[in-house]
């Protein structure tokens, strides 16, 4: 019997690169990343991909969730339409 293992955030840095265009600064890990002033955080057993908006002096603005459904570069392109709906 031969077991699999699917981590979401084995491609995590590399779909950001693919899906924003930029070379995100890695944050906690490699499950979080900082694009502009937006951190893009893995939550839940990589279920969920939060956006948060990161202020002065270190508060946070968790602005929404996307779900990690069926891979991380559909959540990513979900993620980047939602900060251009919220002009972030």
Same mark, same amino acid.
């Given at each position: ?6 981590? &979401? ?7 950001? %690169? ?24 893995? %939550?839940?057993?990589?279920? %969920? ?6 202020? &002065? &002096? ?14 991380? %570069? ?15």
């Amino acid at each position: 019997m031969t077991k699999t293992f699917v981590d &979401p955030a084995a491609d995590f840095v590399p779909a950001v %690169e693919r899906v924003f265009g930029v070379t995100p600064r890695v944050l906690d890990g490699s499950r979080a990343v900082l694009v502009g002033d937006v951190k893009l955080t893995l %939550e839940a057993g990589e279920r %969920e991909l939060w956006l948060v908006r990161r202020l &002065p &002096p270190g508060l946070e603005d968790w602005l929404s969730m996307v779900e990690v459904e069926p891979d991380i %570069e559909t959540a990513l392109q979900k993620a980047k339409a939602v900060l251009g709906d919220l002009d972030v």
